[in-house]
Structure formats: C-alpha cells, structure tokens
C-alpha cells in the first residue's frame, strides 16, 4: 500500500471515528468511557497522520 493511500484510509477512519463519537454524545444512553475510548482512538489516528505526513 502506498503511503497516500495508506494516509486516506487513517483519514477516513478519523472522520468515521468523529461521526460516532458525535452520534455518541447526542445519545443520552452512552457510556462515557466508549465516548473517552473513542476519542482516544481519534487522538491517535490524527498523531499517526501527522507523523506520516511529516516524513
């Protein structure tokens, strides 16, 4: 897999992360750890695009 095409697939997952963790928040019966859990899953997604991005 090429790197462009590796960071499009971390991008999307990002943005599918973003969505749910929104969807999450609306949802008066989530969990807060879930909503924690996938944020935390978001942080990283963005930190590994961003080292890619750099090298």
């Not at 609306?26 to 019966?29: I, T």
């Given at each position: 897999m090429s790197l462009n095409a590796h960071?499009?697939?971390l991008r999307k997952k990002h943005q599918t992360?973003?969505?749910?963790v929104?969807?999450?928040q609306?949802?008066?019966?989530t969990?807060?750890?879930e909503i924690r859990?996938?944020?935390?899953?978001k942080l990283?997604?963005?930190e590994e695009?961003?080292?890619l991005q750099t090298h």
């Open positions: 960071l499009t697939e992360l973003s969505d749910a929104e969807a999450a609306r949802s008066p019966g969990d807060d750890l859990a996938m944020k935390k899953q990283q997604l963005k695009i961003e080292r």
